[in-house]
């Protein structure tokens, strides 16, 4: 049931008769981040107090940030703070209450950070 594949852009979970398995969510609520290369674009407005857990899916390879208002995302060599997902990769992260907004930032070509709350 483990078995990573690739599958249309995006890695996919499939169990063990090769089908793909839904991904099981307690909200349904999803924000989108058009992320470009020339500039780091934040969430407009921050998550929830009520959030704990996000999970991140980008479309293509960027760097992703969490924090206050002001927060951006580069290259983590120069600031030392921002994460990186490949295209197609996903991250589990927990909020804490200080961290409500999410930036991004693409590496070559525009792309869309997924951030769906979990919990």
């Known amino acids: 049931m483990s078995v990573i594949a690739k599958g249309q852009g995006s890695l996919l979970v499939r169990g063990q ?7 099981m969510f307690r909200r349904t609520e999803t924000h989108v981040i058009e992320a470009g290369p020339d500039a780091s674009t934040r ?10 857990v996000i999970t991140l899916v980008a479309t293509g390879a960027l760097f992703f940030n969490q924090g206050g208002a002001t ?3 580069g290259d983590p060599l120069d ?6 997902l490949g295209a197609g990769g996903s991250i589990d992260l927990p909020l804490r209450p200080q961290e ?4 991004a930032r693409a590496i070559e070509a525009d792309c ?4 769906m709350v979990r919990g």
Do not use: F, I
Not at 17 to 23: C, K, S
Not at 79 to 84: F, W
């Open 17 to 23: 008769d090769g089908e793909t398995l839904p991904l």
């Open 43 to 52: 969430l407009a407005n921050a998550l929830g107090s009520d959030v704990g």
């Open 100 to 103: 409500r907004y999410l930036a």
């Open 79 to 84: 600031d030392g703070e921002s994460g990186y």
């Open 112 to 115: 869309r950070l997924y951030v």
């Open 71 to 73: 927060v951006e995302a």
